[in-house]
């Protein structure tokens, strides 16, 4: 089995900072990618930053240059420090990673999410 525990959420005010933390366990051969998802009220889940085995980055558009995606192998864990939130942040944030387990299954796998609030 493998499991995605994300956390960091919490409450901030408008033009604070957060650090996410996403760290996967369990039966793991390799990990291709890992990222950040979010969900607000009455909106689908949208791509927020992705990293892939090797370094490369891809953020949406509307984060580019206010948050940063980081992973940290040893650990199978990543990051994503947000900085200059806005209210419209808001949202609950989901880790995902593309996982090959040790009995050879390759799937997408979800943390439980953690909510950010960014209000005033």
């Known amino acids: 089995q493998v499991q995605l525990v994300d956390s960091g959420g919490g409450l901030v005010q408008p033009g604070g900072s957060l650090r996410l933390s996403c760290a996967a366990s369990g039966s793991i051969r390799s990990i291709y990618a890992m990222g950040w998802y979010r969900q607000a009220p009455g909106k689908e889940r949208e791509l927020v930053a992705t990293?892939?085995?090797?370094?490369?980055?891809r953020y949406a558009d509307s984060v580019k240059g206010r948050f940063t995606i980081s992973g940290d192998n040893a650990k199978n864990t990543v990051y994503l420090q947000m900085n200059s939130l806005k209210p419209e942040d808001t949202a609950v944030y989901y880790c995902?990673?593309?996982?090959?387990?040790?009995?050879?299954?390759?799937?997408?796998?979800w943390g439980q999410g953690t909510q950010v609030t960014v209000s005033s």
């Open positions: 995902n990673a593309d996982i090959s387990t040790s009995v050879g299954r390759r799937g997408a796998y």
């Open positions: 990293i892939i085995r090797g370094g490369s980055t």
